[in-house]
């Protein structure tokens, strides 16, 4: 602490110091008389600027500021699956223990409470060589998540004194590492790391699968990649936050991160009693036995939220080099972008397009460059896939947040305010969405999906777009006067949208869709497809084929394929109906 470090004014969360020789860039300190957590954004001789993490009513010139000499971190160990955290890692059920419903200023807690006990398996002996991210002890930190405690990076040497398993307290010493001068670091359950700076791994790898979600416009049509990154924007009411909901319900990943930044108090209490009661496919336990939440609300400290994406992203890699493949949802980047902003004004920094800060593109590529599909340090596969939802205003796509997003991910989810108010769920546009993710993940489709899943995709892509253009002539002259072939492009097409891509999130089985099925509702539509226009190009009227309902029946074929439906049954369905027009007109 510098005893001369004091405030010289404040401005909101941003407030100057004087006497700051001694404090550096990026590094934790505590400011005035209730020693709020902030942290120094910028040195210049005598004096820095902090910003704060926590409301700033009260402070005055000439307050103390106390200096850590370390960077804001988040202490790492058992007992984050289930648990809830503010912006800067803060456990919120700790705080309410402590302090009532609301937020105390000047509450400092780690994100792990050192002092409770675990039931540990140590891994290592006496003497034996460790190396940094190796697995030095294992405890059980829910049902369906096994924590690996580990050597934390740039550490390395031999283990001594090594205690055999037993219960131990999260802060107390697993073995000794004793480094080549014989300097011994003691060694915990419990690991602390800077938010801001990326856990480093031994190789990132290439992306070969995706991030199976069982939603059916994403896991056929815009595929995330595991290990990759995906943006959803849309405007207001579109479903950005019904889309991450089914993401953390469903996607294969083994950890989910869900990063409320910016957003309604009452979608986190959403998150908070739905994911409490819901039952995890995998196995059957609740689904915050594999979930951590980061609850950074519209009316909580804007510098917290600017800081919340990082501390999100820290916890995940942390899971990630345990072997884990982590799930990050962050909603929204937009609102985080929006904290950038206002503090950026403050510091009276210069402004670049719609009053964002000129660093807004290189801050958005280092937090989803953080991301990716690693062979870590333990040698073990993990990853760590980013779905950030993105709220430009207006739902203009055009705007600096969401143009800059698309330059770093390869998965785009636009979501579309009029199927939104169709009730069109999910309402991801198929014109404007892409994925670059399928072409690398070909292999895993055509072994999981089933051969031929790529030429069935492309087909069904294809109808799509023809279909987009026949509405534009549709608008104009009508749908009379189209030819039958066209007629039948539009009507598959709808089989498509309808049948297909909207996907009832509250129903039993249509909220999900297994690959076999998702394949088998592609073969069938591609069947009805090849069917009817045998029978158009021998100038069969479309609308006989129309009128046998087979158009109707295939839009209930995922419910049915849910509910025991076969393939088999849809197919017969459908060479029934061919048949009998064929039939009438012999």
Known sequence: MSENCVIKGVNGPVVRVTGGRSLQKMSLVYVGELGLAGEVVSVDGDEAVVQIYEDSEGLAAGQKVEATGRPLSVLLGPGMIGSTYDGIARPLAAIETMAGPFITRGIRLDAVDETRQWDVTVDIREGDRLTPGQIIARCMESEAVEHRSMVPPGLSGRAVDVRPSGRFAAGEPICQLEDERGRRTPLTLCQRWPVRRPRPAAQRLAITQPLFTGQRVLDTL???????????????????????????????ADIIVYLGCGERGNEMTQVLDEFAELRDPKNGRLLMERTILIANTSNMPVAAREASIYTGMTIAEY???????????????SRWAEALREISGRLEEMPAEESFPAYLPSRLAGFYERA???KTLGGADGSVTVIGAVSPQGGDFSEPVTQNTKRFVRAFWGLDRS??????????????????????????????????????????????????????IVKLIGADVLPDDQKLTIAVARVIREGFLQQNAFHKTDTYMTAANQMAMLRVIAHLDDGARALVSRAIPLSQLEATGIFSALGRMKFALGEGGTEEEFLRLVDDAVAKVKEANE
């Not at 080099?321 to 962050?330: C, E, F, I």
């Not at 089933?450 to 777009?465: P, Q």
Request: net charge negative; aromatic share 16%.
């Open 419 to 472: 199927l939104a108010y169709a009730r069109h769920f999910p309402a991801i546009n198929w014109t404007t969405s892409y994925s670059e993710y399928f072409s690398s993940c070909e292999d895993w489709y055509e072994k999981n999906f089933g051969e031929g899943f790529t030429a069935l995709r492309a087909r069904m892509l294809n109808t799509l777009a023809e279909e987009a253009k026949l509405q534009e």
């Open 372 to 374: 990716g599909y690693m």
């Open 222 to 252: 815009f595929p995330v990649g595991k290990g990759g990154c995906a943006a959803i924007p849309g405007p207001f009411g579109a479903g950005k936050t019904m889309v991450q909901h089914q993401l953390a319900k469903w996607c294969d």
């Open 319 to 333: 899971y990630r080099d345990m072997g884990y493949h982590v799930a990050l949802m962050a909603d929204s980047t």
